[in-house]
């Protein structure tokens, strides 16, 4: 009974493509967010939505564009993928989105890797 | 500079010992402190989170928070295998709608039965 699920769990594409990633969440959160930790680890923040509604759009190039239908899910696009978006993307989501405080609950990751 | 630091490791130890790992970080105005512990191919967990400088204690784990030093850190006692994992720490500065956490690199910690 997953929380927060993603697919595909892995994805290996050309460079050039498009492709999407999907997450959702059962947890009846208002808030979700969209992280890419690159080789190094390093986890950083994209985006951020709350209650469909765009609230944290950090500096990501515009191929990468991100929809959320309804509350409970929010998906991610990438145009023209480039062999630096290889990274595992993580989607998360927290109850308001409102307070540092608030527990994110992450999904499993998607891995990319473009050739 | 990046505004938080935290040595990778691997870090290694055999089991029951004392483990501590530690971040430090630039920005003054980060408040809001967080661990996550992360396994291998899963996603990131809260582990703990506090608030402004001080302890926090839940079971093995011990959080503190140096504000004056702009260093955080986390231990475990009598580690368990079941501990190795990557360990993150995160931090904000904002409390509001539109805060953002700030995560270290982790440190990759193996406990060794």
């Known amino acids: 009974d997953t929380a927060v699920s993603q697919t595909p769990k892995y994805l290996v594409t050309q460079m050039g493509n498009d492709k999407s990633i999907k997450c959702e969440q059962n947890?009846?959160?208002?808030?979700m967010y969209w992280y890419k930790q690159d080789s190094k680890k390093f986890l950083k923040i994209m985006f951020s939505y709350n209650n469909k509604e765009l609230i944290i759009n950090e500096t990501v190039p515009n191929r990468f564009s991100p929809k959320s239908p309804d509350k409970a899910h929010l998906n991610l696009h990438i145009n023209s993928l480039e062999l630096g978006d290889s990274a595992v993307y993580f989607c998360?989501?927290?109850?308001?989105?409102?307070?540092?405080?608030?527990?994110?609950?992450f999904g499993p990751g998607t891995r990319l890797l473009v050739l | 500079q990046k505004e938080v630091e935290q040595d990778p490791g691997p870090l290694s130890v055999p089991e029951g010992a004392i483990v501590s790992l530690n971040c430090t970080y630039s920005?003054?105005?980060?408040?809001?402190f967080m661990w996550y512990r992360q396994y291998s191919r899963k996603g990131p967990e809260l582990l703990m989170y506090?608030?402004?400088?001080g302890n926090k204690e839940d079971g093995r784990f011990t959080a503190q928070v140096d504000k004056s030093s702009k260093y955080i850190s986390l231990f475990i006692r009598d580690s368990q295998p079941s501990d190795s994992a990557t360990y993150l720490c995160a931090m904000s500065s904002y409390g509001g709608s539109n805060y953002k956490l700030t995560f270290g690199k982790g440190t990759l910690l193996t406990v060794n039965p």
């Open positions: 947890l009846g959160h208002d808030t």
């Open positions: 506090t608030y402004s400088s």
């Open positions: 920005n003054s105005a980060f408040q809001y």
């Open positions: 998360a989501s927290s109850l308001t989105g409102v307070g540092a405080q608030e527990t994110q609950y």
